[in-house]
């Protein structure tokens, strides 16, 4: 019976093992991406692990793409020909690894260090990677995370701003990825499927028809930045322009962000049937 038992551990840790060096592999092959000096040669190496939509952001950068991170790796060895990368130990859990990483000189002489954050797809491939530089990083795989959820805030709560208090639709312009989907109640007077933010502003625009608005309760924010949501929570009161009639109305709206950018929101409304009867209501 023991030697069943011993021989079942020896699977489970073999399996363990393999699993490790399968999410380890696209890593290895990114360090080896970077460490390759010719243009051409490299970008083979990166569209083995690398898609078109697969992002790389750090204080120098913020690209998507195969050719685009190529481009990154190139400047890279224009201000820095002689350097030479070390990587330490790979910590992996679940389809998420990171590590902290040197680049010396000829010298041996530090150049930069940091740590670099990496989303894997589950299919040998990479889909993010996020770069810190700071020779003392210790930034567990939460704590990056939480830093995402708060850019992804800082979006949104941008977006709130200059849509109910500035108006400014020219900053609220560059937080709109093109051909983003607005999605209205089809109940409402102004509902059904806005594409695009000049799509956006006519949907504004027609809702402005039907009632006057106010921030009865600031937003409250919640996040997942594992899926780069984020849902606000407020209260708006509302005047109805053809009863003159007042009322407030709990909303959330749900944000759906990608590379810093809105790709989609949908709002809800507590009571979406009382909602469009009150807009259409006369006096």
Not at 109 to 125: E, S, Y
Not at 132 to 147: A, D, G, H, R, Y
Not at 195 to 221: C, H, Q, R
Not at 229 to 249: D, N, P, R, W
């Amino acid at each position: 019976m023991r030697k069943i038992y011993f021989i079942c551990f020896i699977f489970m840790i073999n399996g363990l093992f393999a699993q490790k060096k399968d999410k380890l592999n696209p890593i290895e092959v990114y360090e080896k991406a970077w460490s390759e000096r010719k243009s051409e040669a490299r970008l083979k190496i990166i569209k083995t692990i690398w898609l078109e939509e697969s992002t790389f952001e750090d204080p120098s950068a913020s690209i998507k793409g195969t050719a685009a991170l190529n481009n990154v790796i190139n400047e890279f060895y224009k201000k820095n020909p002689d350097a030479v990368f070390t990587s330490g130990p790979k910590v992996v859990k679940d389809n998420y690894v990171s590590w902290d990483w040197k680049i010396l000189d000829s010298k041996n002489k530090l150049i930069m260090a940091g740590r670099d954050f990496a989303r894997l797809n589950g299919k040998g491939q990479v889909s993010k990677i996020i770069g810190f530089w700071n020779p003392e990083v210790t930034l567990s795989e939460s704590e990056i995370l939480n830093n995402l959820e708060i850019e992804n805030f800082k979006i949104v709560a941008q977006y709130y701003e200059s849509l109910f208090k500035t108006r400014d639709f020219t900053t609220m312009a560059h937080l709109i990825e093109e051909g983003a989907v607005y999605y209205q109640a089809e109940g409402l007077p102004y509902g059904g499927k806005y594409v695009g933010f000049n799509e956006w502003t006519k949907m504004y625009a027609k809702s402005a028809e039907f009632f006057d608005l106010e921030i009865e309760k600031e937003p409250v924010y919640f996040s997942d930045s594992t899926k780069n949501e984020v849902i606000i929570y407020f209260t708006i009161k509302t005047k109805a322009k053809k009863s003159g009639k007042t009322l407030l109305m709990p909303i959330s709206e749900h944000f759906d962000i990608k590379d810093g950018k809105i790709t989609a929101i949908r709002p809800f409304y507590f009571d979406t049937k009382q909602f469009a009867e009150f807009l259409k209501s006369k006096k």
